[in-house]
């Protein structure tokens, strides 16, 4: 598996990752192109042979990062792919100075909440009903 930082050209198999993941931000191909297109963000993605497998979509500026669009095919789920960007992405952010990272995650999705923990984050605080009628969001975050 290789990481790299994603392409405008990479929008549209971005999108078909996250397609596959309805938990993930639902940004569609011009979503990620606008993303892409933005100077503070950055989107890892796994690859394997030279196929989008997986994403870490994240902004950072002024120390400070938010994670904001997570998706792993699922044929890869649960093989540390989710757990191996988020380590890249995290040590790449410290290199570049960030000091504190948060995202938010829904409070019911237990793998993607399981996976946080493991890469070091911690419950910030609660948005009620975030994600429709009792579906919380967690904020999570770690230092970097």
């Given amino acids: 598996m290789k990481l790299r930082l994603a392409r405008q050209t990479d929008a549209a198999s971005l999108a078909r990752v996250e397609q596959t993941r309805p938990q993930a931000a639902g940004w569609g191909e011009s979503g990620f192109a606008g993303e892409l ?10 690859c394997e042979e030279n196929e989008i497998i997986g994403f870490v979509a994240l902004r950072a500026a002024a120390g400070f990062c938010e994670i904001l669009n997570v998706a792993v095919l699922p044929a890869y789920a649960g093989k540390g792919v989710g757990y191996r960007l988020l380590a890249h992405s995290l040590e790449e952010l410290k290199k570049q100075g960030a000091c504190r990272v948060t995202l938010e995650v829904a409070q019911d999705n237990k793998p993607a909440c399981a996976l ?23 904020i999570l975050g770690t230092d970097v």
């Fill in 37 to 46: 297109g933005q100077p503070c963000a950055r989107i890892w993605c796994a």
């Fill in 116 to 138: 946080y923990k493991k890469a070091g984050f911690v419950p910030l605080g609660l948005r009620k009903d975030f994600y429709g009628a009792g579906r919380n969001a967690l």
